[in-house]
């Protein structure tokens, strides 16, 4: 049960979250004054709630400050700081997909891009990105279990060194593409076998974990972003099945359903056709879309 602080500093500060609320009164977006009004009630109460003092504010604006000079169109500084506080996360479940049959959704990090190239059913996204050749194939269907064909799949991720092709130096694209699924809802690509990879830590996000004793890991995933006509967008991972670090994803995004095992193959044919001399892995991940309502 909330209690009214009726003390004389309890009211002056309540007079000022009062005050900032009612100078919303004239929004004419009534979403927008929702969340501006309920946004000024929250800081104002966590402020008082730890008695926040000045020089603590004034590290905090500090430590937003060097958030926005780190961020450029390489690197989002604020994605990292929300996924790492959970805020990610959180607005995800909060948007998930009401249909338990639909596939589960999870964080969409800091490193997607726009202009990704397009591949064929069987192409490679690696592009010269290390790490081991891994065959990854599925069915995107609806909650029904109808082929969903035509649908665009994104898919990035890291490379062997646990490095996206935005955070290497140069224009490369690698480890990222994107590909339509077949008339049977079918999909399948080239890419590579997901490593663990630690977030960027040596910024302002990284001395946040320092801080408070965590870790920067994530474990091994494969990132998707799947759109189609008439249903939901998905945003989600495939996360490697024995990794290390699922019970302490820096992000909070790992999830059961989204575990999968990758098959292990020694040199020789591959399911397309191609001859590899090396070891290669394969994962098998199907998706269902929830419809738009």
Not at 21 to 41: H, P, Y
Not at 233 to 255: E, R
Not at 271 to 280: E, V
């Amino acid at each position: 049960m909330t209690t009214t602080d009726t003390t004389t500093s309890g009211k002056r500060e309540q007079a000022v979250t009062d005050e900032v609320v009612a100078s919303f009164a004239g929004t004419k977006d009534d979403r927008l004054r929702e969340v501006l009004e309920s946004l000024t009630r929250h800081l104002h109460a966590f402020a008082r709630d730890v008695r926040l003092t000045t020089e603590e504010w004034e590290a905090g604006i500090g430590f937003l400050t060097r958030v926005g000079h780190i961020t450029d169109d390489r690197r989002q500084e604020f994605i990292l700081l929300s996924d790492v506080l959970g805020l990610s996360m959180q607005v995800v479940g909060i948007n998930a997909p009401a249909d338990p049959r639909a596939t589960e959704s999870t964080v969409f990090g800091p490193f997607f891009v726009d202009d990704a190239p397009e591949v064929p059913l069987g192409g490679d996204i690696a592009n010269g990105a290390t790490g081991t050749p891994c065959w990854v194939t599925g069915t995107v269907t609806d909650t029904d279990g109808v082929p969903v064909a035509g649908a665009r799949i994104d898919v990035w991720e890291a490379d062997d060194d646990g490095l996206y092709d935005v955070q290497r130096d140069g224009d490369e694209t690698a480890g990222r593409g994107w590909l339509r699924s077949g008339p049977d809802g079918g999909y399948r690509f080239w890419s590579v076998r997901p490593s663990p990879y630690p977030i960027p830590y040596d910024g302002p996000v990284g001395d946040l974990l320092t801080a408070t004793g965590r870790g920067p890991m994530r474990p091994a995933h494969l990132h998707f972003k799947v759109e189609a006509p008439g249903h939901r967008t998905l945003v989600t991972h495939i996360f490697v099945a024995g990794d290390p670090y699922l019970d302490s994803d820096a992000v909070f995004g790992v999830k059961d359903s989204l575990v999968v095992d990758v098959a292990e193959h020694p040199p020789g044919t591959a399911p397309d056709g191609r001859a590899l001399d090396i070891p290669w892995t394969g994962v098998h991940f199907d998706i269902v879309l929830e419809k738009a309502s």
